[in-house]
C-alpha cells in the first residue's frame, strides 16, 4: 500500500480517538519521544506521559472536537491538514470555532511533530 495512504488512514484514526478522548489508541500512533504543542497554555510537551498529562487536565476545562477537512503532502514531506476546531467549555459555550492548520512531521510510520499554524 502507499505510503502517503498509510499516514493519512494514520491520522485519520489519530483525530477520531482523540474526539473519542482515547488517549492510548492516539499515543500507540505516535513516536515516544513525540513533540506535541500546547495549543491551551502554549509551548510543547515532549513524549507520551507529557501528553497524556496534557490532554487529561486540557479536557477537564475544555471539550475541543477537531475535525480534518483536508490533507495535503508539503514538498518537504510534512502533511499539512486543514482542520476544523470547535471547542466549547464545561458550561457548554463555544470558546472556538475556526479552522487550523495542523503540519505532521512522520517517523517510522509514527507521529513525530505536530505544529500549529
Do not use: C
Request: proline fraction near 4%; aromatic fraction near 10%.
Amino acid at each position: 500500500m502507499d505510503r502517503h495512504v498509510d499516514y493519512l488512514k494514520l491520522l485519520h484514526r489519530a483525530y477520531e480517538a482523540f474526539n473519542a478522548r482515547d488517549i492510548d489508541s492516539v499515543l500507540a500512533l505516535m513516536h515516544p519521544d513525540v513533540a506535541w504543542p500546547n495549543g491551551w497554555e502554549g509551548g510543547y510537551v515532549q513524549g507520551h506521559d507529557a501528553v497524556r498529562d496534557y490532554w487529561t487536565r486540557q479536557w477537564q476545562q475544555l471539550d475541543p472536537r477537531v475535525t480534518p477537512v483536508s490533507f495535503h503532502l508539503r514538498p518537504g514531506g510534512e502533511i499539512e491538514v486543514d482542520v476544523h476546531q470547535f471547542v466549547k467549555d464545561r458550561e457548554g459555550n463555544v470558546v472556538a470555532d475556526s479552522h487550523v492548520k495542523h503540519i505532521y512531521t512522520l517517523e517510522n510510520g509514527k507521529i513525530r511533530t505536530m505544529v500549529i499554524e
